[in-house]
């Protein structure tokens, strides 16, 4: 007899994080602007969507993100600033761990800070 006896397993769900873009481009700024950049998401899943730890890729990101628990179909934001005080290339990641299938997500910012005139 089929399936007498057997547990049948349930299909764990997950939420889907989905980014509006998964690059923040500077582009080319000055030492005196606003290094204040959001990485805009939705939950596509669901069921709700936890952010445990966002974590940048050197000391010169300052993050802020959502504590509490994001519902389906809800969006929120991961917020940065770039110090602009350092002349030169950006190119750094923003780690994001989260309740996914996939619990990492990587999000990149590039640009180029030119000294102020």
């Known amino acids: 007899m089929v399936g007498i006896g057997f547990a049948q397993k349930e299909k764990k769900e997950y939420p889907i994080i989905k980014f509006e873009a998964r690059t923040i481009n500077y582009g080319k700024i000055t030492t005196d602007s606003s290094g204040r950049r959001t990485f805009k998401f939705t939950n596509?899943?669901?069921?709700?969507?936890?952010?445990?730890?966002?974590?940048?890729?050197?000391?010169?990101?300052?993050?802020?993100?959502?504590?509490?628990?994001?519902?389906?179909?809800?969006?929120?934001?991961?917020?940065?600033?770039?110090?602009?005080?350092?002349?030169?290339?950006?190119?750094?990641?923003?780690?994001?761990?989260?309740?996914?299938?996939?619990?990492?997500?990587?999000l990149k910012i590039k640009g180029r800070v030119l000294k102020n005139k």
């Open 44 to 106: 596509v899943g669901n069921v709700p969507l936890i952010i445990s730890k966002v974590k940048g890729s050197c000391g010169c990101v300052v993050l802020d993100f959502p504590k509490k628990p994001i519902m389906p179909s809800e969006s929120a934001e991961i917020k940065i600033v770039y110090n602009v005080l350092k002349v030169g290339r950006i190119s750094r990641t923003v780690t994001v761990t989260a309740n996914t299938k996939k619990p990492i997500t990587v």
